[in-house]
């Protein structure tokens, strides 16, 4: 490679000879697409700023790995920039931080992908001195409009042994968050951590909790995305940053569980993690990584995909609708496969044969999911939908033990969880499979997913029929017809009416009508029981 002395003022301060000599140089690097980066040099031109390409996607460029989110380093109004190559490219602009000169614009590309391109104002008169107040050195590297790379940190040496090095001692005092994205970017990309970093995450544990909470949040959503988040939450565990982030997590660590368990709830609890992301991607048919925590014999993956192949396409559409802050459905479910048995810390007994309980561990999960995704700052329909997993995720569980799925049972399931029932069904399958693991029974494992099957058919292929019928009369019908008056009566009535036709009882205006007068004030309990 042609390499050519780091000597420009603007890179390296008045001082050049201040760089160390080993990584005072700008070398040849991997091409970076024509888009949108020489539409942003052009347009930084144009408005007498410096941009260079700087961090995340420097790193990814080098490993050939795609590009989503481009940052830029700014010797100017990063702000303007920012907007004019929104408005240039007919995206959306927001200004980040006013203070910091932190501006955003989001794009979509020319085959139809969304990109971020942030830009910043650089930290300090000189790119030398911000790429010297990043994380990591492997992100302390920055492409100039040349496409050479000026890397002062030795990231690239770090890249190539599959190393994640903090820039200094400091990193993790000058912004926390670095305590979680040490870990996930060790996850992401599968690389180790230095010791030395590793030890100077361990000092500064403690100070995990200090960043804002949405940002804590955005990075944990990241970690749990990764396909194999297990030992990831277990290294966050190991160099005691799980308490500041979930602390409910951390009293899992030793509650034992009665067979067919095998396993504390902690690492339960992980292997749940990974499970559902193995069993999302055969579901959808995406590829998953082999390791982590699962250890399932190959015939469950075989028999799950020739049980519930059929509605790879509907859960795919199901699981990507956006539920709030970018995060799909299939992010949510991740969040509460993590939290699926918070409860059991509170609720944990031990009998007087010695047997092992944790009765009504599902609402009080919920309720103690609730409160952490609040203090995280988790959107409310987030939460909702995460609490209804929790307290529900043990119903396709009591579903089976039935010696039939009816369709009244089917109505009354989804009447209680809506589109969150589909969630809490492949959630219960990841949790059943965790459970057994290896010892995974044959005829238990069958019926699971016949129950699955059936829940998932009635949804996706009978839902006008089973789970939101039409109805055949309104309040008004039967306050004419019956003389009734307003009130939870009526209400109860519509209910039972609705009820029975969803089971296949009644199918016309004249049966409503009969089952009305014959039943008159019928007794309905709305709860969440098949």
Not at 123 to 147: Q, S, V, W
Not at 268 to 277: G, K, R, S
Request: hydrophobic share 45%.
């Amino acid at each position: 490679m042609t390499e050519f002395p780091a000597s420009e003022a603007s890179i390296g301060g008045p001082n050049p000879r201040s760089w160390d000599a080993r990584r005072s140089y700008m070398v040849a690097t991997t091409s970076v697409p024509e888009w949108p980066w020489r539409i942003v040099q052009r347009l930084a031109e144009q408005r007498s700023a410096q941009v260079w390409l700087v961090g995340g996607a420097v790193r990814d460029l080098l490993l050939k790995r795609p590009v989503h989110d481009w940052d830029f380093a700014v010797d100017g109004d990063a702000l303007a920039l920012a907007r004019t190559v929104a408005d240039a490219l007919g995206g959306a602009y927001y200004r980040l931080d006013a203070v910091r000169g932190t501006g955003r614009a989001l794009l979509t590309t020319p085959d139809g992908a969304q990109i971020v391109l942030d830009f910043a104002r650089l930290r300090g008169h000189y790119l030398r001195e911000d790429l010297l107040k990043r994380d990591f050195t492997i992100n302390a590297m920055a492409i100039d409009t040349r496409d050479l790379l000026l890397d002062p940190t030795d990231g690239k040496s770090d890249l190539e042994a599959g190393c994640v090095r903090a820039v200094g001692d400091q990193a993790f005092r000058d912004d926390p968050l670095r305590l979680l994205r040490a870990v996930r970017v060790a996850g992401e990309l599968g690389f180790v951590i230095d010791p030395d970093t590793l030890d100077w995450i361990r000092r500064d544990a403690s100070l995990v909790a200090q960043p804002a909470p949405e940002r804590v949040r955005e990075e944990l959503m990241r970690l749990i995305g990764l396909p194999l988040a297990g030992g990831s939450l277990e290294l966050l565990d190991r160099l005691g940053l799980l308490p500041g982030v979930i602390p409910e997590l951390a009293l899992l660590k030793g509650l034992s569980q009665s067979p067919p368990h095998r396993l504390d709830v902690w690492r339960h609890t992980l292997v749940t993690v990974d499970t559902l992301q193995g069993l999302l991607a055969t579901l959808t048919g995406r590829a998953f990584p082999v390791g982590g925590h699962v250890d399932l014999p190959a015939v469950a993956w075989d028999s799950l995909d020739q049980a519930l192949g059929r509605f790879a396409g509907d859960l795919r559409a199901h699981l990507s609708v956006i539920v709030s802050g970018g995060h799909d459905r299939a992010a949510v479910l991740k969040v509460g496969a993590l939290l699926h048995d918070v409860g059991k810390a509170e609720t944990w007994e031990r009998d007087a044969d010695g047997g092992i309980h944790f009765f009504d561990h599902g609402p009080a999960g919920a309720r103690l999911a609730t409160v952490r995704l609040r203090e995280l700052r988790f959107a409310r329909v987030a939460i909702e939908r995460v609490d209804r997993m929790v307290f529900a995720h043990l119903r396709p569980a009591h579903l089976s033990r039935a010696q039939e799925v009816t369709r009244r049972a089917v109505y009354r399931y989804f009447r209680a969880l809506g589109d969150v029932g589909v969630d809490v069904v492949v959630l219960s399958l990841a949790d059943h499979l965790a459970t057994w693991g290896p010892h995974l029974r044959d005829e238990r494992w069958a019926r699971r997913l016949e129950v699955a099957q059936t829940l998932l058919w009635h949804y996706f292929e009978r839902y006008r029929e089973s789970v939101a019928p039409p109805p055949l009369l309104t309040g008004r019908d039967l306050m004419v017809e019956l003389g009734l008056s307003e009130g939870p009566d009526l209400g109860r009535l519509l209910e039972a009416i609705r009820e029975a036709q969803a089971a296949g009882e009644v199918r016309t205006r004249q049966e409503a009508l009969a089952l009305a007068r014959s039943s008159g004030r019928v007794p309905f309990s709305p709860g969440v029981g098949a």
